[in-house]
């Protein structure tokens, strides 16, 4: 289809002049703020000298067919996304998500309709759940396993329920002293469901309901929660970060369950297994509402029990005679699904009262054949398989076209089309079978443009799935503090981000391995962008390691606790060893780029561009470092950099961002010692005080310690953390076999 002109919501852009040129997109650099512009120029000079110096010693440089398109953003998005640039931070406290949902509610008096709005009523969605499930955690307090002890221990049986019964004496006064947010999570619980059932399931509503639905929400966030709640941070939804899910999809199941049920008159009490539960279950229960269900919903967290509260609710529901419907991630492998049966069990449950909604991931296309669901027969399913999900569907439809249509008609081009069967070739490559659940679902589409000189030209377009919500508005805001070192983007809309995709680049590898000086200028400017225009407000790490939740530090610990002859000793030290890596502190926090080997470069004509540079920093499965000596360090990893180029990239990182603290003059580490293999001071601390026997007994300096160090310096990739800026071990020492390794930490 021919698109001469197009309107769509929330695209009220005129057409400027015929394609924006060199000039013109000159000029439209110093429209952005003062620390974009300088990032921008920082780029434009390292990308000028490092490819000249390049291209002369490339036998066959690689030049694209016309210039890259200019990376402008719509003003209205621009407008729109960069008023949050708090979403840097995927794991705010909760005290800051309550100031962001009241930001959002306050919009919805200014709201003209649109994309807009909907995309704060989605964000409304998001941090209201993001509360519920912060305090859900938050009641459950911590909980204790002792089943693996009794087992290994048969002797200690009476001690073990003992301190079983003293646990639950303790968890029962504990549960008097917050019954007064146990009230108020209730009421949260009964707001936010009417909410989802006024403003989200019913379809675009109007300003009086929403203005009457946001006053149900005014008077609870009036109220004081206690601190030791406030200063939580919240977990991470994968299943709308980095999942490729969209609320669409828990009310497509809702519309099989539906069809599946007709004429119910039981009771429907849908348990939602937490994280993604906390979302899922008060939406499909919205939607139930809508279709005359009597309904309730609860969010669990299986792998730790239930709450009294929790408990009390499950058994009367059991009383009823109500069906449960369990929502969650996709099945896979199924062993949160087998706890959250057993838990239904113990409450009076039978196996045929309950359904199973399953988001099939296309990772696993074989999950009904998972042995767990194999052991529950009688148990039925209902799946949402991947080409029935909301942004499979999306892309697939006339909606991309029509923003496609928008975004180059901005830049001057008169007539868009997008080519039938898209992508081709770079289309199929990257819908190959998956292998991880976190690959982003991406299309290529073929544009063919026209501008008023009666000139055609043909354009790729890759959209890419980057999260939904608040929880994707980090990939428009990277894209467009990075311009200069990342493809050209177009926009951001419905978790969707487009950008230009340059069919005739190569991987840069050889390119990058060949050209140190040039390369370490380049990655030098690329950190400092980052680390100038992603700043987080806060450091989140501290908090996360202390809750056990931050991927990096765990596995680093885990590694430095080897050390310890015993893994008794081991296992005990393990947190230490993560509480003491977290108070090193962090001057610079920023949203790094986490994944900085030379196969994530491309060359497109006269550029090097970064790519994958937005889902790599933080999310469920994702380490979560926060320091861009981290980036520094993973750089003078993969691209094996020497001790004199390692030097030179922390100098002229220091020298582009202003931070002055990188690397080792972070901390007092010398070279040295990084080529023992040591990523900072207080390691050496922690293996001086384990040898010397104050925090457990080790064998001595021999053999066992001196082959563990052999390991690490084989196979460890320099334990690179993101305080101690530490050092790889030098490329030259190390094996060659290193390079298929593919260790994080």
Same mark, same amino acid.
């Given at each position: 289809?021919?698109?001469e002109s197009?309107?769509?919501?929330?695209?009220?852009?005129?057409?400027v002049?015929?394609?924006?040129?060199?000039?013109?997109?000159?000029?439209?650099i110093?429209?952005?703020?003062?620390?974009?512009?300088?990032?921008?120029l920082?780029?434009?000079?390292?990308?000028?000298?490092?490819?000249?110096?390049?291209?002369?010693?490339?036998?066959?440089?690689?030049?694209?067919?016309?210039?890259?398109?200019?990376?402008?953003?719509?003003p209205?998005e621009?407008? @729109?996304? +960069?008023?949050?640039r708090?979403?840097?931070? /995927?794991?705010?406290?909760?005290?800051?998500?309550?100031n962001?949902?009241?930001?959002e509610?306050?919009?919805l008096?200014?709201?003209?309709?649109g994309w807009?709005?909907?995309?704060?009523?989605? +964000?409304?969605?998001?941090?209201?759940?993001?509360?519920?499930?912060?305090?859900?955690d938050?009641l459950?307090?911590?909980?204790y396993?002792?089943?693996k002890?009794?087992?290994?221990?048969?002797?200690a049986?009476?001690?073990?329920?003992?301190?079983?019964?003293?646990?639950?004496?303790?968890?029962?006064l504990?549960?008097?002293?917050?019954?007064?947010?146990?009230?108020?999570?209730?009421?949260?619980?009964?707001?936010?469901?009417?909410?989802?059932?006024?403003?989200?399931?019913?379809?675009?509503?109007?300003? #009086?309901?929403? $203005?009457?639905?946001?006053?149900?929400?005014?008077?609870l966030?009036?109220?004081?929660?206690?601190e030791?709640?406030?200063?939580?941070?919240?977990?991470?939804?994968?299943?709308?970060?980095?999942?490729?899910?969209?609320?669409?999809?828990?009310?497509?199941?809702?519309?099989?369950?539906?069809?599946?049920l007709?004429?119910?008159t039981?009771?429907v009490?849908?348990?939602?297994?937490?994280? /993604?539960?906390?979302?899922?279950a008060?939406?499909?229960?919205?939607?139930?509402?809508r279709?005359? @269900?009597?309904?309730?919903?609860?969010?669990?967290?299986?792998?730790?029990?239930?709450?009294?509260?929790?408990n009390?609710?499950?058994?009367?529901?059991?009383?009823?005679?109500?069906?449960?419907?369990?929502?969650?991630?996709?099945?896979?492998p199924?062993?949160?699904?087998a706890?959250?049966?057993v838990?239904?069990?113990?409450?009076?449950f039978a196996?045929?009262?309950?359904?199973?909604?399953n988001?099939?991931?296309?990772?696993?296309?074989?999950?009904?054949?998972?042995?767990?669901?194999?052991?529950?027969?009688?148990?039925?399913?209902?799946?949402?398989?991947?080409?029935?999900?909301?942004?499979?569907?999306?892309?697939e439809?006339?909606?991309?076209?029509?923003?496609?249509?928008?975004y180059?008609?901005?830049?001057?081009?008169?007539?868009?089309?997008?080519q /039938?069967g898209?992508?081709?070739?770079?289309?199929?490559?990257?819908?190959?079978?998956? *292998?991880?659940?976190?690959?982003?679902?991406? %299309?290529?589409?073929?544009v063919?443009?026209k +501008?008023?000189?009666?000139?055609?030209e043909?354009?790729?377009?890759?959209?890419?799935? =980057?999260?939904?919500?608040?929880?994707?508005?980090?990939?428009?805001?990277? #894209?467009?503090?990075?311009?200069?070192? =990342?493809?050209?983007?177009?926009?951001?809309r419905?978790?969707i981000?487009?950008?230009?995709?340059i069919?005739?680049?190569?991987?840069?590898?050889?390119?990058?391995?060949?050209?140190?000086?040039?390369?370490?200028?380049?990655?030098?400017?690329?950190?400092?962008?980052r680390?100038?225009?992603?700043?987080?407000?806060?450091?989140?790490?501290?908090?996360?390691?202390?809750?056990?939740?931050?991927?990096?530090?765990?596995?680093?610990?885990?590694?430095?606790s080897?050390?310890?002859?015993?893994?008794?000793?081991?296992?005990?030290?393990?947190?230490h $060893?993560?509480?003491?890596?977290s108070?090193?502190?962090?001057?610079?926090?920023?949203?790094?780029?986490?994944?900085?080997?030379p196969?994530?470069?491309?060359?497109?004509?006269?550029?090097?561009?970064?790519?994958?540079?937005?889902?790599?920093?933080?999310?469920? +499965?994702?380490?979560?470092?926060t320091?861009?000596?981290?980036?520094? #360090?993973?750089?003078?990893?993969?691209?094996?950099?020497?001790?004199?180029?390692?030097?030179e990239?922390?100098?002229?990182?220091?020298?582009?961002?202003?931070?002055a603290?990188?690397?080792?003059?972070?901390?007092?580490?010398?070279? *040295?010692?990084?080529h023992?293999?040591?990523?900072?001071?207080?390691?050496?601390?922690?293996?001086?005080? /384990?040898?010397?026997?104050?925090?457990?007994?080790?064998?001595?300096?021999?053999?066992?310690?001196?082959? %563990?160090?052999?390991?690490?310096?084989?196979?460890?990739?320099?334990?690179t953390?993101?305080?101690?800026?530490?050092?790889?071990?030098d490329?030259?020492?190390?094996d060659?076999?290193?390079?298929?390794?593919?260790?994080?930490?």
């Open positions: 289809m021919r698109i197009h309107k769509i919501d929330g695209f009220t852009e005129s057409a002049e015929p394609r924006i040129g060199q000039d013109k997109a000159d000029s439209a110093w429209r952005l703020t003062s620390a974009q512009v300088r990032g921008v920082l780029a434009d000079s390292a990308q000028a000298g490092i490819l000249n110096r390049i291209a002369s010693e490339i036998a066959e440089p690689q030049r694209a067919s016309h210039e890259l398109l200019s990376d402008v953003p719509l209205a621009t407008g @729109f996304y +960069n008023q949050y708090w979403c840097l931070d /995927a794991c705010p406290v909760l005290g800051e998500v309550l962001h949902l009241s930001e509610l306050a919009k008096d200014q709201s003209q309709g807009q709005e909907s995309e704060v009523i989605t +964000n409304i969605f998001l941090l209201s759940c993001s509360i519920t499930d912060t305090l859900d938050y459950l307090g911590n909980t396993d002792f089943s002890l009794e087992q290994a221990l048969p002797f049986k009476a001690g073990v329920h003992a301190l079983e019964r003293c646990l639950r004496i303790t968890g029962q504990r549960e008097k002293q917050l019954s007064f947010l146990r009230r108020w999570k209730e009421a949260w619980k009964v707001a936010v469901t009417k909410f989802l059932q006024h403003c989200f399931v019913a379809g675009a509503p109007d300003r #009086a309901t929403l $203005i009457e639905q946001r006053n149900q929400f005014a008077p966030l009036q109220s004081e929660l206690p030791s709640v406030i200063g939580r941070r919240a977990k991470i939804p994968a299943f709308f970060r980095s999942r490729d899910f969209a609320p669409h999809d828990c009310l497509e199941l809702g519309r099989k369950l539906v069809a599946v007709p004429g119910e039981r009771p009490m849908v348990l939602g297994l937490r994280t /993604a539960g906390s979302f899922l008060p939406l499909l229960s919205a939607f139930l509402s279709q005359s @269900f009597d309904v309730d919903w609860i969010a669990v967290r299986p792998s730790k029990g239930l709450t009294a509260q929790e009390r609710e499950l058994r009367q529901s059991a009383h009823k005679k109500a069906r449960i419907v369990i929502v969650d991630e996709s099945i896979h199924g062993q949160t699904l706890q959250a049966i838990l239904l069990r113990h409450s009076g196996d045929e009262d309950v359904l199973v909604l988001p099939a991931e296309p990772a696993f296309p074989e999950w009904r054949d998972s042995r767990i669901l194999q052991a529950l027969p009688k148990i039925n399913t209902i799946a949402l398989e991947p080409a029935e999900r909301f942004k499979h569907r999306l892309l439809s006339g909606a991309v076209e029509a923003y496609l249509a928008a180059f008609q901005a830049r001057g081009y008169l007539e868009v089309r997008v /039938a898209v992508g081709a070739k770079a289309d199929s490559e990257l819908q190959k079978p998956l *292998e991880r659940v976190d690959v982003r679902l991406k %299309r290529v589409y073929e063919c443009l +501008n008023s000189d009666g000139n055609c043909t354009r790729y377009v890759l959209a890419k799935s =980057v999260g939904w919500g608040w929880l994707s508005y980090h990939a428009f805001l990277a #894209a467009q503090s990075l311009q200069g070192f =990342v493809p050209p983007m177009l926009g951001l419905n978790g981000l487009y950008a230009e995709w069919p005739e680049a190569k991987d840069a590898t050889e390119v990058m391995t060949q050209n140190r000086d040039e390369v370490t200028e380049l990655l030098a400017c690329y950190v400092a962008a680390a100038r225009n992603l700043r987080l407000s806060g450091d989140p790490t501290p908090d996360l390691a202390r809750e056990s939740r931050h991927k990096g530090f765990e596995m680093l610990s885990n590694a430095l080897r050390a310890y002859n015993s893994r008794v000793v081991a296992a005990f030290e393990r947190r $060893i993560q509480r003491e890596l108070n090193q502190g962090c001057p610079v926090s920023v949203m790094t780029d986490s994944k900085m080997s196969d994530e470069w491309i060359v497109a004509g006269t550029k090097l561009l970064k790519t994958d540079f937005e889902h790599h920093a933080q999310g469920k +499965n994702e380490l979560g470092m320091d861009p000596a981290f980036d520094l #360090a993973s750089a003078m990893f993969h691209f094996r950099l020497s001790e004199t180029e390692s030097a990239l922390v100098r002229r990182y220091e020298e582009s961002s202003g931070d603290g990188a690397g080792v003059a972070r901390h007092p580490l010398t070279l *040295e010692r990084a023992q293999g040591v990523a900072a001071p207080h390691v050496h601390d922690l293996h001086a005080r /384990a040898r010397s026997g104050r925090r457990g007994r080790l064998g001595d300096d021999g053999g066992r310690r001196r082959r %563990r160090r052999k390991q690490w310096r084989e196979r460890e990739p320099a334990f953390l993101e305080h101690g800026a530490g050092r790889q071990l490329g030259q020492q190390r060659q076999d290193a390079q298929s390794h593919h260790i994080p930490l």
